[in-house]
């Protein structure tokens, strides 16, 4: 089946952008989507297809994908943000969603 | 706006089935994949499967052995059943409202289900 990979950790002071990446094989040719889990809780969609932000998400939050890797961009990062992010891709191969790793952002 | 809200045991046995109910509430079951999720404890998120509202399903090949989701359409509700569970099955099981072939736009609170004896 597709193998998404993420960075186990990525961390950036407060009010800097924060990149968290996701690799797959031509990644740039699926719909990739973003959600963000705090402890204790369901995740939360961030970005959907590719670059999409769901109603209320704030627009620090933005996405790209192209060749073998997708993006997720936090511009001017705050503590809130604090968190884990997992890409998903519909792996159509076996008609089932995957998720990447996760990965963990600390705020410094 | 949809609801979701995972119900079951929070305990069961090795070697016995495990079973979870997700009603829907505020939303057509219509259109949507239904889907349930699951995170062993400190670990990532996997897909366990999906029933469409017609009643197609598919299963993640690594669970499909052991697993069955289906759909009450009379009490908009779907359910989980994976049976001959170990430890390894311990983890948060989260029912959730896919886009067709895309992204979860729906989570229920999730539910951790613990395989002990």
């Known amino acids: 089946s597709y193998v998404v990979t993420q960075p186990p950790s990525v961390s950036v002071a407060p009010g800097k952008t924060a990149t968290i990446s996701c690799g797959g094989s031509h990644i740039g040719g699926k719909s990739v989507h973003w959600y963000q889990q705090k402890p204790g809780q369901a995740p939360v969609l961030v970005i959907s297809y590719d670059n999409d932000r769901p109603s209320g998400i704030p627009e620090r939050f933005s996405g790209s994908n192209s060749g073998n890797t997708a993006t997720l961009t936090i511009s001017r990062v705050e503590a809130g943000d604090e968190a884990d992010y997992y890409c998903?891709?519909?792996?159509?191969?076996?008609?089932?969603?995957?998720f990447g790793g996760g990965s963990k952002l600390t705020v410094l | 706006q949809v609801q979701l809200q995972e119900s079951g045991p929070g305990l069961v046995k090795p070697s016995e089935t495990l079973s979870l109910t997700c009603p829907v509430s505020?939303?057509?079951?219509?259109?949507?994949?239904w889907s349930w999720i699951r995170q062993p404890p400190g670990k990532g998120l996997e897909w366990i499967g999906y029933?469409?509202?017609?009643?197609?399903?598919n299963y993640n090949p690594s669970l499909k052995s052991r697993v069955t989701i289906s759909l009450d359409t009379s009490k908009n509700q779907f359910s989980l059943k994976l049976s001959s569970v170990t430890a390894a099955d311990t983890a948060v099981y989260y029912c959730?409202?896919?886009?067709?072939?895309?992204?979860?736009?729906?989570w229920g609170q999730g539910t951790l289900v613990t395989v002990s004896s």
């Open positions: 959730a409202r896919v886009i067709v072939a895309g992204n979860i736009d729906s």
């Open positions: 505020g939303g057509s079951i219509s259109d949507y994949y």
């Open positions: 998903q891709v519909w792996d159509s191969n076996i008609d089932i969603g995957i």
């Open positions: 029933i469409f509202y017609n009643g197609n399903t």
